[in-house]
């Protein structure tokens, strides 16, 4: 998450305690603010360490989103990728 666990809304945070059993890690950023370039930093993150990603942009042409951000960095680091348009 780009923040921490502290920032997110109650409902995030009751999820996060009910799986607590099932959650090997919490990785926080701690962005100093929750804006585009945190999720950007937070994207990036997860890709590296991913082995694959599978993205699901919206239907449509390919566009400047989060997730066509994602997809495209993972394709600059030659990682395989499964996109689903929803």
């Given at each position: 998450?780009?923040?921490?666990?502290?920032?997110?809304?109650?409902?995030?945070?009751?999820?996060?305690?009910r799986?607590?059993?099932?959650?090997?890690?919490?990785?926080?950023?701690?962005?100093?603010?929750?804006?585009?370039?945190?999720?950007?930093?937070?994207?990036?993150?997860m890709?590296d360490?991913?082995?694959?990603?599978?993205?699901?942009?919206?239907?449509?042409?390919?566009?400047?989103?989060?997730?066509?951000?994602?997809i495209?960095?993972?394709?600059?680091?030659g990682?395989?990728?499964?996109?689903?348009?929803?």
């Amino acid at each position: 998450m780009p923040g921490t666990v502290g920032q997110q809304p109650a409902e995030a945070r009751q999820a996060i305690e009910r799986c607590r059993d099932r959650i090997g890690e919490i990785i926080e950023l701690h962005a100093a603010e929750l804006l585009a370039p945190a999720y950007h930093a937070r994207n990036r993150h997860m890709v590296d360490r991913a082995q694959m990603v599978i993205g699901f942009p919206l239907e449509g042409p390919e566009g400047t989103s989060g997730t066509w951000q994602t997809i495209n960095y993972a394709s600059s680091q030659g990682k395989p990728r499964l996109i689903v348009p929803v």
